[in-house]
């Protein structure tokens, strides 16, 4: 702990004399879809007026290409309000005209799963005949109360892809969504006092959880980068998240990176996000539950692997508590990513699960920019 006051303190400094690395890090989302050619783009319409619950769902149902159809989980918990935050837009928020409606989300006090509270569903953004993704962008804004209570943990919204359009989420733990070959997810996290990471359901493959910053659990999704930028409560964060699919299958070339405030904050390659040609980007996952069934205290087994425990009550929401959502736009290519990976050893996740960290990645320099200029 010492030590990493001591860096933080040391970056805090450096940060202080050398404004200008800031302004280095920065990358706003119409730089991203120049650099990688996203030329494709779509965003899930938002009314102009408040909406009941009801009428949310119908809007949502109509018009932002549901999977299956439908909101999978507690559709009630969600409507269109006024914006909570008007005066408190994400750092480098250009013209974009940020007024009207936002989705919010209710957590009931004492919910701790999408069991109990949360609702899941997922976008499929095939509106472009043929599209076959393999690079997909999303960008969304989203806040959280005042003083909202981060307990242990929640799921944010975040990008899924899959072989057919009409498969499930990929988010279960159970092996064919952890082993790339019927689908993949990558979606956010928050953990305790707002700490920010993705959280990815995708192969282990190449020793990838004994790699800095990563974090498995035996059946359930990799934590990438945890610490590696900070949500803010009161106020919007932007979250821009791009996911470039391995190419060929058997090569871990993928690539997931993290803007938060238009700030990187994470890079990671090396990934085998597919092992399957028919696995591609289709579009938006949102997910919130307050927390998951997945995990409580990081705890090892026998070979020293570490792992979360089952559903438990500690995760519970003491109050009623709401996150807000709006501006999601998403970006697309048909190119996969062009980086040099490593020829997959031993195909699926098993296989490939070595030992693992767990250690807390230090708030990474990023992570501290966007601090200050919050
Ligand atoms: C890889 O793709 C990036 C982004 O599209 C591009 O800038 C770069 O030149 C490509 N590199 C190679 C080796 O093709
Ligand atoms: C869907 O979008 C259209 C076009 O903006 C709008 O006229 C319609 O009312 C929306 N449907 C629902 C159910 O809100
Ligand atoms: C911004 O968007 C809101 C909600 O859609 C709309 O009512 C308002 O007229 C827009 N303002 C401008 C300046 O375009
Ligand atoms: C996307 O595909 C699903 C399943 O095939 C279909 O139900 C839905 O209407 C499609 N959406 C659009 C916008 O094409
Ligand atoms: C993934 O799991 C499914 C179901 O257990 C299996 O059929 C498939 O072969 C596995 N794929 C890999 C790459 O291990
Ligand atoms: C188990 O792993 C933890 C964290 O990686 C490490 O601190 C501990 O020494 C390991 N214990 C054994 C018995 O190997």
């Given at each position: 702990m010492?030590r990493a006051?001591?860096v933080?303190?040391?970056?805090?400094?450096?940060?202080l004399?050398?404004?200008?690395?800031?302004?280095?890090?920065?990358?706003?989302?119409?730089?991203?879809?120049?650099?990688y050619?996203?030329s494709?783009?779509?965003s899930?319409?938002f009314?102009?007026?408040?909406?009941?619950?009801a009428?949310?769902q119908?809007?949502?149902?109509a018009n932002?290409s549901l999977?299956?159809?439908a909101i999978?989980?507690n559709p009630a918990?969600?409507a269109f309000?006024?914006?909570?935050?008007p005066?408190?837009?994400?750092?480098f928020?250009g013209?974009?005209n940020?007024?009207?409606p936002v989705?919010?989300a209710?957590y009931p006090k004492?919910?701790y799963?999408?069991q109990?509270?949360?609702s899941?569903?997922?976008?499929?953004?095939n509106?472009?005949?043929?599209?076959?993704?393999?690079?997909m962008?999303?960008?969304?804004e989203v806040a959280?109360?005042?003083n909202?209570?981060w307990v242990?943990?929640g799921k944010?919204p975040?990008l899924?892809?899959s072989?057919k359009?009409?498969?499930?989420?990929c988010s279960?733990?159970?092996e064919?969504e952890?082993n790339?070959t019927?689908?993949f997810?990558t979606?956010?996290?928050?953990?305790?006092n707002g700490?920010?990471e993705?959280y990815?359901?995708?192969?282990?493959?190449?020793g990838?959880?004994?790699?800095e910053?990563i974090?498995?659990?035996?059946?359930?999704?990799?934590?990438?980068?945890?610490?590696s930028f900070?949500f803010?409560s009161?106020?919007w964060?932007?979250?821009t998240l791009?996911?470039?699919l391995?190419?060929?299958?058997?090569?871990?070339n993928?690539?997931?990176?993290l803007?938060y405030n238009?700030?990187k904050?994470?890079?990671?390659?090396g990934?085998?996000?597919?092992t399957?040609a028919?696995v591609?980007?289709?579009g938006?996952?949102f997910?919130?539950?307050?927390?998951?069934?997945l995990?409580s205290?990081?705890t090892?087994?026998?070979?020293?692997?570490?792992?979360?425990?089952?559903a438990?009550?500690?995760?519970e929401t003491?109050?009623?508590a709401?996150?807000y959502?709006?501006?999601?736009?998403?970006?697309?290519?048909?190119?996969?990513s062009?980086?040099?990976?490593?020829?997959v050893?031993a195909?699926?996740r098993?296989?490939?699960?070595g030992?693992t960290t767990s250690t807390?990645?230090?708030?990474?320099?990023?992570?501290i920019a966007a601090?200050?200029?919050?």
């Amino acid at each position: 702990m010492l030590r990493a006051l001591f860096v933080h303190d040391l970056l805090f400094a450096l940060l202080l004399t050398t404004p200008i690395y800031a302004a280095t890090l920065q990358a706003s989302v119409e730089k991203i879809v120049a650099d990688y050619g996203l030329s494709t783009s779509t965003s899930l319409p938002f009314p102009s007026a408040t909406q009941s619950s009801a009428d949310c769902q119908k809007l949502m149902v109509a018009n932002w290409s549901l999977g299956k159809g439908a909101i999978q989980d507690n559709p009630a918990n969600l409507a269109f309000v006024a914006d909570p935050f008007p005066n408190d837009p994400p750092p480098f928020s250009g013209n974009q005209n940020l007024s009207g409606p936002v989705l919010q989300a209710v957590y009931p006090k004492g919910s701790y799963s999408y069991q109990t509270g949360g609702s899941q569903w997922y976008n499929l953004w095939n509106a472009t005949a043929g599209s076959k993704f393999q690079t997909m962008m999303v960008s969304y804004e989203v806040a959280f109360d005042t003083n909202f209570d981060w307990v242990k943990g929640g799921k944010l919204p975040g990008l899924r892809g899959s072989t057919k359009s009409n498969l499930a989420g990929c988010s279960s733990g159970k092996e064919k969504e952890l082993n790339g070959t019927d689908c993949f997810s990558t979606r956010l996290m928050w953990r305790k006092n707002g700490v920010g990471e993705v959280y990815a359901s995708i192969p282990t493959s190449n020793g990838l959880c004994s790699k800095e910053g990563i974090s498995c659990s035996k059946a359930s999704s990799t934590s990438i980068q945890r610490g590696s930028f900070g949500f803010t409560s009161g106020r919007w964060n932007r979250i821009t998240l791009l996911v470039r699919l391995n190419d060929p299958p058997n090569v871990a070339n993928g690539n997931i990176q993290l803007y938060y405030n238009d700030l990187k904050a994470i890079d990671q390659q090396g990934l085998q996000i597919r092992t399957n040609a028919q696995v591609f980007a289709n579009g938006f996952y949102f997910s919130y539950d307050p927390a998951s069934f997945l995990f409580s205290l990081v705890t090892h087994d026998v070979n020293n692997r570490t792992f979360f425990g089952g559903a438990d009550k500690t995760w519970e929401t003491p109050q009623t508590a709401h996150t807000y959502y709006r501006n999601i736009r998403m970006w697309g290519s048909s190119t996969a990513s062009n980086l040099t990976g490593n020829t997959v050893n031993a195909a699926g996740r098993n296989a490939a699960l070595g030992p693992t960290t767990s250690t807390l990645a230090g708030l990474a320099l990023a992570g501290i920019a966007a601090a200050l200029c919050i």
